[in-house]
């Protein structure tokens, strides 16, 4: 059996221009900020709205008029959501000096000291009184600065503030509109850029970022309205002022990913805090917030998504904060479609194969290497409860032969390199030998009495390591099979072992101990040199198939434990 395959390492080759290139991109995406954001959103709108352009041109309208109403759509949903959160603002903002002797009461109390909240806050402002040496007040000194410019300058300033998200907002569709329409020109130039010798990769890659960026668009905008009209209905019933106005924040704000709905819900926190008496209703706000959250995240959207996104949990957070530190609030929303795309990427072109490693949620080690990493560094614990999953997952012959086998092979193939070395060979043996047999008791897998099977190790730790393990799978088979003792009633089979090349006269020792102990020999092994060793000695060399093969034409099909 050849040794677990690892995943192909990177390529070394070439790596100070690649770390340069990305430098380089980095520097672009920052620099064209203002002109890449409302590309990449007009892409992602694209790819969102691409299905319901495709379906009413297969019901027989034309492309330009089925493109302006898809618009007109979108256009009428985000005036609708502003319409609606500027009236219940302008609202809000008419009622809050009605909500002042509640707030001017609240604060009172606080400021009398009552209360559990207060007594703690008092406490460790004391606590900091006592830990803060004393020191003299240093002298204010106030400099009056006159202010450049006049009313028309801040006039210009909020003018420019208003304006730009309305330019945004305008560029965004516009590149819709023109992506929408000439889709297949974009698709065949994006196409020939790549490179036509490289044509299946770019096929796959973007039909798979098409598929899966516009299922998680059109499940997380699913989400995100069911959030709001929750959150909405839910602070409506508790009596919280303008609760159509934090239903659509909350939709608007879960775009965001991991902040956007805890801030969502620290407005009507506020509130409550500000208009009601007591704490009741603040406090079921934050069992709202925190019932409808559950729900969403571990009901729902499991349900719902499928296939996710492809980002590990850990990779969405960095890259979020990649993305914001380059385009800002908007680098926050686009974050996980961005990110996506380059675990794509990732996945269909080999240079950049390390997005997918480092981005990506799929295992980074098989389950195999899993295993042998544990081996090396001596994690019994961990290395018998992989074991152990996989036996209940696959049977335990087949994890025996999964796992064990190839990490046997391994640690043989290994041990020659000089950094590897014989010690760290004999540590990794006699950990996996810890592993096999803590297996085997906790499987209750000891035998009493003589043995119809012996294994007979030739050499060291290794070497016992790999008959525990055929011991193991000869036992989930049915075989009553032990390691040579010094009672022992004349065996049917006698089973000799070896990982690895054995001390000349160590084979020829256990060569005539096997054939003094009668019955047949058998030998078995899962290194090549062994297997010369065992060749030039007359012996056969079998595998676990082969040898369970063996075995049932003696003992039939339920083996001799079943008897």
Known sequence: MPPFRSPEP?????????????????????????????????????????????????????????????????????????????????????????YETVLRAKLESLNEGTGPITGVLLLVQRLGLVLTPHQ?????????????????????????????????????????????????NVRDRALRLAGLHEMHRTTGAMAEATSRVGRYLLMQALMNALFGLAMGTGLWLLGVPQAPLWGALGFALRFVPYLGAPLSVMFPLLLAFATTDGWTTVILVLALYASVAVLLSYVLEPWLYGASTGISPLALLLSSAFWALLWGPMGLILAPAMTACLVILGRHVESLAF???????????????????????????????????EGDRMGARMALEQLVLPAIEQIGSDRPSQDFGAALAIRA?????????????????????????LILPVAGALDQALGAAIQGALIDAGHAASFLREEVAAPVLVVLVAAMPAPAHRLARSLRDARALGGELLAFTVGDPAEDQFSRAGLEIQTMTSLLSRLEEIFGHEGPLAA
């Open 10 to 98: 990177l390529p070394h080759e070439g790596w100070p221009a690649r770390i340069l290139l990305l430098g380089g991109v980095i520097a672009a995406l920052y620099v064209g900020r203002d002109v890449l954001t409302p590309l990449a959103l007009a892409l992602l709108l694209t790819i969102g709205c691409l299905p319901a352009v495709e379906w009413l041109e297969r019901k027989g309208l034309p492309r330009i008029p089925v493109v302006m109403l898809v618009l007109l759509v979108l256009v009428g949903l985000l005036l609708g959501l502003a319409y609606v959160v500027t009236t219940q603002a302008l609202a809000l903002a008419a009622e809050l000096p009605n």
């Open 136 to 184: 003299t007040p240093a002298p204010m000194v106030v400099t009056l600065e006159s202010t450049s410019g006049g009313p028309l300058s801040a006039l210009a300033q909020y003018a420019t503030v208003i304006i730009a998200p309305f330019a945004m907002i305008l560029i965004t569709l516009l590149l819709m509109a023109f992506i929408l329409v000439q889709r297949e």
């Open 355 to 389: 997005f997918d490693i480092l981005l990506g949620d799929s295992e980074p080690l098989p389950v195999s290497a899993r295993f042998y990493q544990r081996i090396l560094a001596e994690d019994g614990r961990g290395a018998r409860a992989l074991l152990a999953s």
């Open 429 to 453: 043996a006699r950990t996996l030998l810890r592993v096999l047999e803590a297996q085997r008791d906790a499987e209750g897998e000891t035998l009493r009495g003589p043995a119809d099977i």
